[in-house]
């Protein structure tokens, strides 16, 4: 009997982070990562930076790299999140969350900056993203398929 696919359960906090990031769908963006980056069936959600930034392309989502941030701790580039506004997503070794609405947010659930457990890690790269508007699945498939049409 084959078991529900549940996010917590699984290494995907950079696709949960780019789903709530983007306010799109989490089914929408894992069929397109599982798409788009070309995984196995078994395949269980793990991405590296480079990978999620292709995601976002692929998601014509709105993106930026906001260098400023790398090497403060994650409390730190909340302060400065806050005062900007937007929607982040923060990569800490071998972990991503995304932050909005001044809450940080991964697979496992939705915390107070002051409150979760890896407040004071360093950040290795930080993206501003907007939220997607317009998403249609199936012309973004076709887009895939055939990126000249």
Sequence with gaps: MKTKFVPADNGCCGVYAIAETTCLPFSSVWNVANFALQKKASWRGSTT????????????????????????????????????????????????????DGRLIDQSGTYHPVKYSRRFHRLNHVTRVYPVKDFDEDRLFELLLDPLA
Excluded: C, N, P, W
Excluded at 67 to 79: D, N, P
């Design 49 to 100: 930076y480079e990978e999620r930034l292709h995601l976002l392309d692929s998601l014509e989502a709105t993106h930026y790299a906001q260098s400023a941030m790398v090497g403060l701790t994650l409390l730190e580039a909340i302060y400065l999140a806050v005062e900007q506004g937007g929607h982040y997503v923060f990569d800490l070794s071998a972990h991503s969350i995304a932050f909005k």
